[in-house]
């Protein structure tokens, strides 16, 4: 047949692809054996350069995706229809994979055609089967209607591993700069032929986790179906992990928001027989799933930012208000019996004064560490320019005693900053507003001994 008098006749951007069955069952590779003038012309390709037969990434770039998506229509003779933001192209590609009739047994061929534009079309996007569209719906209810945002997110995972016929599925956050990352939720019905790895190493799972973007290779998913080669070639430690699994099948994608990737969602050996409807399902899930996860994540760094003092990593006056609130309120208990430890940073006013503000951020970050090291598991809190309190729970008097005078020892060992201590250790039934009252008092008056002994560190140096 004349492929390429065929292809010639499409007003579209199209080629002819080819893919050889070997005798043992093993696929070829995807070679293009035609192309119109629209498609070389999209590649940059100059007809005079163009040569038939030759694989495919010879004219554009590689994709497991693609590849994917050209095995499964071509060989089962399935026509498939995918719409796909693509990072290489910076567009969104609106593709077609016909499969076509063949003079030859080991030889199958198809076509391929796309659109590209520079916007997502939102006609497109919600061009899905309405039973992905329920699955999408039920997905941002759940996600919208629970307010414990963690058990909503476990739902959504079980939900979509049933959907999608699924034995796996799982939802991971990861943050590229600090690189660590988290599974927030995991939905997991192991057959006798899967097992969670024994020595799975969390810390090395990272080094699998920034290889991810080299599979999805700028598009909006990886696929891999009876078949991982190509995660063995790219991704081998990944590779070796799926298959102590038995995962024979995966489909991963990103968790994208502002061009950012903060995360994965992934379903493992899910029913192939229903391909479209999973494919589907799982676009509209990424899309939902990135923006309520970005939502969350603005709302818990806000919630930081108003509770915290970015300094010295300590909570901040506004958290002592609320805390000390719940706690006259009853909507916190506190512990029987507990105290309260106010520190004060003598000296910092003449080390701003005389060596700038930069060597006094550096002395209260100092402190701070001093503090959070001595009364490790207490609330501490940096309620003014160069003052701390600590609220201290479930321990003894003479442990609390201790933890002040490890502080006392600190400060006798600086030659800059020296501490003023005051401290209140009362039973549960003691107001703590009077609590912080003697120890703010008791404070002042270490305070005034030291300036008494210092006077030149009570007034600026000229």
């Not at 818990?300 to 300590?314: A, G, H, P, R, Y």
Request: with cysteine.
């Amino acid at each position: 047949m004349n492929y390429q008098a065929f292809v010639d006749t499409i007003n579209k951007i199209a080629c002819i692809i080819s893919v050889k069955l070997n005798p043992d069952g093993t696929k070829g590779e995807l070679c293009i054996e035609a192309a119109n003038d629209k498609y070389l012309e999209s590649v940059n390709v100059d007809r005079k350069d163009f040569v038939a037969g030759r694989p495919y990434y010879e004219y554009i770039y590689k994709s497991i995706t693609f590849e994917g998506l050209s095995y499964r229509s071509f060989l089962s003779n399935i026509l498939l229809h995918n719409y796909v933001y693509d990072e290489n192209l910076n567009g969104w590609l609106d593709n077609y994979f016909i499969p076509l009739v063949s003079d030859r047994e080991d030889v199958h061929y198809g076509l391929f055609t796309y659109d590209v534009t520079p916007e997502a079309d939102p006609d497109k996007v919600s061009d899905v089967t309405p039973a992905a569209a329920a699955s999408a719906i039920k997905t941002s209810i759940t996600l919208r209607e629970n307010s414990d945002f963690e058990a909503a997110i476990q739902k959504v995972t079980e939900n979509i591993r049933k959907d999608c016929k699924a034995t796996g599925c799982a939802i991971i956050l990861a943050d590229f700069e600090s690189k660590t990352f988290d599974f927030v939720a995991q939905s997991l019905k192991l057959d006798e032929n899967e097992k969670i790895p024994e020595d799975f190493d969390e810390n090395s799972f990272f080094n699998v986790i920034e290889r991810w973007d080299a599979l999805i290779a700028g598009g909006n998913c990886f696929m891999a179906i009876d078949n991982l080669d190509n995660v063995k070639q790219k991704n081998r430690e990944w590779y070796d992990s799926m298959v102590m699994m038995g995962i024979k099948n995966i489909a991963l994608y990103p968790l994208r928001t502002n061009g950012e990737t903060i995360g994965y969602f992934w379903v493992t050996n899910f029913d192939t027989s229903i391909m479209l409807h999973t494919r589907q399902t799982l676009e509209l899930t990424s899309f939902l799933l990135a923006s309520e996860v970005s939502n969350r994540r603005l709302y818990k760094q806000m919630e930081k930012l108003s509770v915290m003092d970015l300094l010295t990593d300590t909570y901040n006056r506004n958290a002592m208000n609320n805390k000390i609130s719940d706690i006259v309120a009853g909507r916190y208990q506190i512990n029987n019996p507990y105290g309260v430890v106010f520190i004060d940073m003598n000296g910092l006013k003449t080390i701003n004064d005389s060596e700038g503000h930069i060597a006094g951020d550096t002395l209260l970050k100092e402190t701070a560490d001093v503090l959070k090291s001595t009364f490790a598991g207490c609330d501490i809190y940096r309620v003014g320019g160069d003052e701390f309190l600590a609220i201290v729970e479930d321990k003894t008097e003479d442990e609390f005693n201790r933890m002040i005078e490890k502080v006392r020892e600190a400060s006798n060992k600086s030659e800059t900053v020296k501490f003023a201590i005051g401290s209140c250790y009362e039973d549960a039934s003691f107001d703590i507003r009077n609590a912080m009252h003697e120890a703010d008092v008791k404070m002042y008056e270490d305070k005034a001994k030291f300036y008494n002994t210092h006077p030149e560190k009570s007034r600026r140096k000229e």
